[in-house]
């Protein structure tokens, strides 16, 4: 089995990822950069989101799953004092991993130099850079609002629990195949109207975006931004890949919010 190991880079990171190195050789587990079969990530949610984008391009033939040095994280949800018990599980199952998958987003950005696709594993927004962001929603080709404010998020189901959470949407367990649209900071007076409320699109739907021309818009992918003046048009949808996450032991999506927000239960 082919394992590659990304860390936050800070020391207590550093000194797991060499005891992770040890343990793997016990179990005839070998480092492979290019294409590891599963991908350890050791630090915090961060981490995991920058191994996704580096294994981007083979999702399909590799699983992750992380060691949080932090807090409890949504996608970095072992525990370093386990280290011992995850490497002997990857080592005893690796032909047999329980891989759970969770839906992505995809997304479209034309401009006049042509279109690229990219996905997100939690989300991506689109904010005005130097001013409020004006543009145009449609939803499956029908115009559906003009928005301004300070930006839209488009997020995965596991993604529903991060930056979208904070705007007051909507949790969604990823078993759904859907997207949610949450507005930040919508301009909502007797001129401008939004929705307001987030909208969950199902797989197979779409939705573009028009921003008003020549605008300098900030685009996030996850934990990654560029600036962009030129973008004519951005389409958002289920992904048709997924991620592979390895699961060696049962902690469901609702106990991992239940730690994350609520914490210890009141008698
Ligand atoms: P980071 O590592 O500091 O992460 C920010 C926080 O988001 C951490 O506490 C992390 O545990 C948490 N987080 C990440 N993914 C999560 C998930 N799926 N569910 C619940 N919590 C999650 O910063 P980064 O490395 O730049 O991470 C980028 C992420 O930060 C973005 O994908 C975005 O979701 C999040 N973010 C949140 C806000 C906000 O809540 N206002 C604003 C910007 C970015």
Not at 24 to 52: C, K, R, W
Not at 90 to 117: H, N, Q, S
Not at 214 to 224: E, S
Request: negative net charge; glycine residues 8%.
């Amino acid at each position: 089995m082919y394992y590659y190991v990304l860390n936050r880079g800070d020391d207590v990171s550093e000194r797991l990822t060499e005891t992770f190195h040890r343990l793997a050789q016990q179990y005839d587990m070998h480092i492979n950069e290019q294409s590891p079969d599963i991908v350890l990530s050791i630090g915090g949610d961060g981490t995991l989101l920058q191994a996704f984008h580096r294994f981007r391009h083979r999702l399909e033939h590799t699983s992750f799953v992380g060691i949080h040095t932090g807090h409890l994280g949504f996608y970095a949800d072992w525990k370093p004092e386990e280290i011992g018990q995850l490497a002997h599980m990857m080592g005893t199952y690796a032909g047999d991993l329980r891989i759970v998958k969770y839906p992505l987003v995809e997304i479209a950005i034309t401009t006049k130099r042509g279109t690229e696709k990219h996905l997100a594993l939690n989300e991506f927004t689109l904010k005005g850079v130097e001013s409020t962001l004006v543009a145009r929603l449609n939803i499956n080709d029908e115009p559906f609002e003009m928005f301004r404010g300070d930006g839209i998020c488009i997020s995965t189901p596991s993604g529903s629990t991060a930056y979208n959470k904070s705007l007051g949407g909507a949790i969604i367990h990823p078993s759904f195949d859907a997207v949610q649209i949450a507005e930040i900071a919508s301009i909502n007076n007797r001129v401008y109207r939004t929705l307001g409320s987030s909208i969950i699109l199902p797989q197979h739907h779409h939705c573009d975006i028009y921003p008003r021309p020549d605008q300098n818009l900030l685009l996030t992918l996850d934990h990654l931004s560029f600036q962009c003046s030129d973008v004519v048009s951005i389409r958002c949808m289920v992904a048709e890949e997924k991620v592979n996450f390895s699961r060696f032991r049962p902690f469901t999506f609702w106990n991992r919010v239940k730690e994350a927000f609520i914490g210890e239960e009141l008698e």
